[in-house]
């Protein structure tokens, strides 16, 4: 049996959903989907399918049955095992109490921007401000529409969590982008803050 830490964000979004109830894997990737967790794993049908797969490896769950809709291709539905659910609780306890560095990119990006001239900045951060603020009124949508599905708070609350990350980010961005504009933030372009050294100076 492999280890619990080796579950993936996307193997502990399944076994999540099959600790609800069984289902196929096409049912499992659109409740993903209307939950915004694909803002936090990466969810596409073919990498679904391949983890489940390796929980049917695991132990962590097994297949109860298949059906078929019409000329569709069978689905196989798949149920949480006794192990799965031990392995599930495990997972998410140390993912939930510890906090683990995530290396995202682009803290690394705004903390070395300042290789890149004013305006490129600007326009950068303006871009990204606006992918951000559409980002934000999806979440929003998602959101809306599980009020009104009545769907239990506790399973979308990671929309939430989305939707508080992207509000400060916009918030900061549009900061930010307020200090350059104004000019409370100089920002010089790297070469005027490195001058090259003159061929004099390298004699």
């Not at 809709?69 to 689905?75: A, Q, V």
């Amino acid at each position: 049996m492999p280890a619990v830490s080796s579950l993936t964000p996307l193997a502990v979004a399944s076994l999540a959903l099959l600790a609800e109830r069984p289902m196929h894997p096409y049912e499992m990737y659109q409740l993903l989907i209307q939950r915004s967790q694909d803002q936090l794993v990466k969810v596409r049908p073919g990498s679904l399918y391949h983890t489940v797969d390796r929980l049917v490896q695991a132990d962590f769950v097994r297949a109860v049955g298949t059906e078929r809709e019409g000329n569709r291709p069978e689905r196989t539905t798949y149920e949480i095992t006794v192990e799965g659910r031990g392995a599930l609780s495990e997972r998410i306890a140390g993912m939930l109490g510890t906090p683990h560095h995530e290396f995202p990119q682009f803290p690394v990006a705004i903390g070395e921007a300042h290789v890149l001239d004013r305006e490129t900045v600007l326009k950068l951060l303006g871009s990204r401000l606006e992918q951000r603020q559409s980002d934000l009124s999806s979440v929003e949508e998602q959101i809306e529409r599980l009020e009104q599905r009545g769907l239990a708070r506790r399973y979308w609350l990671s929309a939430e969590y989305v939707r508080a990350t992207m509000l400060a980010e916009v918030a900061w961005l549009q900061n930010i982008l307020g200090e350059i504009e104004r000019g409370d933030l100089p920002w010089e372009s790297a070469a005027l803050q490195h001058p090259q050294r003159s061929t004099k100076d390298n004699e």
